[in-house]
């Protein structure tokens, strides 16, 4: 079969022998790529070109999936070997040394990938070594503090999950910290147990002393002694509340017992205060009428005065007797806010006849009146000046010793 030079010696990468052998040119010389027996010589080229093609697709499709996807290296790596080998003996023309160029800069990105994998796997496992050693941390913890045993036992269960939701770490770290994982949940499982063993112990005690309660308020609930007997029923309410809970049935019972016994003593002694109270009326409307005769002593005028007839009013009070508990709150507060009005107003009197604190207040006045005329001065030369700045500060000074030189005349006022 004739060649056409001309269409040979057009093609950089390959040509067809006389014979119809086609070959490939590469870094390293010429090699044999097929025969083509069957047309014209642009044919067969055009027929290896498409074998190359085919390889280059191959390896465009590789260079996506390394730089635009989480590919493994490793799997990369294994297809670059394939695609490399295939390169190599390839039955094809085209550029095949750009080809295995590219394939050799994948490498060098999937070795490069590679680190940052086994840096971030690491980085990954570091971190999950943190949060196990934290969860172990706090397991402890929980096995060696915790008495809140629902709430502990229910958060153990959630570190646990925690701990299988981590990432794995080396083998030897993963076993030694899932070890005291392990013991911490055992040792608080063991000391739950051994406070519910000791519950029933200890709800018996306190049932014994909540009975000896009983039995002492129960003693109680005749006695007529009522200042004595009621700070006994106190007393022993202190002593109920510290003695801790029994079982919720022994508790109940012995709680109504209890209730029963100062329900008795605290009735009988309304009873008798209230006869008491009744008897005691008459003089609750003396202090009525004592109280209102007090309250026209307000707003005082006079203080000597009006400490003078709140003297007489209190001698009257006094020799008036008890009144009932109901209103004895009512009317001692109010003769009392009586008296705190007259001590008020024999204060200010004081304080108006005190010639210390006149003079005081005469001098912070002086002081104010001088700062004010030196302060306008200083304005009217600022303002002469044409010194906006100065003169706004002196303005702002001026306004609050002004406000200052009021409320000192007031006060000075009140010695007049």
Same mark, same amino acid.
């Given at each position: ?130 949060? #196990? ?40 770290? &993963? ?128 203080? !000597? ?12 009070? &006094? ?27 024999? &204060?200010?009197?004081?304080? !108006?006849?005190?010639?210390?604190? !006149? ?21 009217? #030369? ?12 002196? &303005? ?5 010793? !002004? ?14």
């Amino acid at each position: 079969m004739k060649v056409r030079e001309d269409t040979v010696s057009t093609d950089p990468w390959g040509r067809v022998d006389d014979d119809g052998t086609v070959y490939v040119r590469t870094a390293e010389g010429e090699r044999a790529v097929g025969s083509w027996q069957a047309g014209e010589p642009e044919e067969a080229l055009a027929y290896f070109h498409r074998k190359f093609d085919e390889l280059a697709g191959q390896v465009t499709l590789l260079e996506q999936r390394v730089r635009g996807t989480d590919l493994p290296p490793a799997q990369a790596e294994a297809t670059i070997v394939k695609l490399r080998e295939a390169i190599t003996d390839a039955h094809a023309v085209g550029d095949l040394d750009a080809l295995l160029g590219r394939l050799n800069a994948l490498s060098e990105l999937v070795s490069q990938r590679r680190e940052e994998v086994k840096a971030a796997r690491d980085v990954a496992r570091a971190e999950a070594k943190g949060v #196990k050693e934290r969860i172990v941390a706090e397991a402890e913890r929980i096995a060696d503090d915790t008495t809140h045993w629902k709430t502990g036992g229910e958060r153990l269960r959630q570190l646990v999950e925690e701990w299988k939701a981590a990432e794995r770490i080396d083998r030897v770290t &993963e076993a030694a910290l899932w070890k005291r994982l392990s013991a911490a949940r055992t040792a608080f499982a063991k000391r739950r147990k051994a406070y519910f063993a000791g519950l029933d112990e200890q709800r018996e005690g306190v049932r014994s002393s909540k009975e000896r309660i009983v039995a002492e308020a129960e003693a109680l609930a005749s006695s007529t002694d009522w200042s004595t007997t009621a700070s006994a029923y106190r007393e022993l309410m202190q002593q109920w509340k510290s003695a801790g809970r029994a079982s919720r049935e022994v508790e109940d019972e012995l709680w109504g017992r209890f209730k029963g016994a100062q329900d008795q003593f605290f009735q009988a002694r309304s009873a008798v205060f209230a006869e008491r109270d009744a008897s005691l009326a008459a003089n609750a409307e003396v202090k009525e009428q004592l109280l209102t005769e007090a309250e026209k002593i307000v707003p005082v005028s006079d203080a !000597r005065a009006a400490r003078t007839a709140l003297r007489g009013i209190l001698e009257r009070w &006094e020799a008036a007797g008890p009144v009932p508990r109901d209103q004895r709150d009512r009317l001692e507060g109010g003769l009392r806010k009586i008296d705190d009005a007259v001590r008020k107003a024999e &204060e200010a009197e004081w304080k !108006r006849s005190n010639p210390e604190a !006149r003079a005081r207040a005469q001098n912070t006045v002086d002081q104010l009146r001088k700062s004010i005329e030196q302060l306008e001065g200083r304005l009217a #030369k600022a303002q002469a000046a044409g010194k906006d700045k100065d003169a706004k500060d002196a &303005e702002e000074s001026l306004i609050a010793r !002004r406000s200052w030189l009021e409320e000192a005349e007031r006060t000075l006022a009140e010695f007049s």
